[in-house]
């Protein structure tokens, strides 16, 4: 899985998104659990592994906009 750092995500921010761990082919951690979040490449429609620091901050965007939705 290829990793995306902030500097890359910056390059085109369109291209990458976090969708939820539980959409049909999503990968699971290392433990066999699902995960919460996982990214996603829209170009390439596979998914993809965030920076630790890129993560979190597009994690919280996506909670934020599902908050503001309900």
């Not at 620091?53 to 599902?66: F, G, I, N, T």
């Amino acid at each position: 899985m290829d990793k995306i750092t902030a500097a890359i995500y910056e390059q085109n921010p369109e291209r990458y998104t976090v969708v939820s761990g539980h959409t049909q082919g999503a990968p699971t951690c290392a433990y066999g659990n699902v995960q919460q979040w996982v990214g996603y490449d829209n170009k390439i429609q596979t998914y993809v592994r965030f920076s630790k620091s890129l993560y979190k901050r597009l994690v919280q965007k996506a909670e934020s906009l599902l908050t503001n939705n309900m």
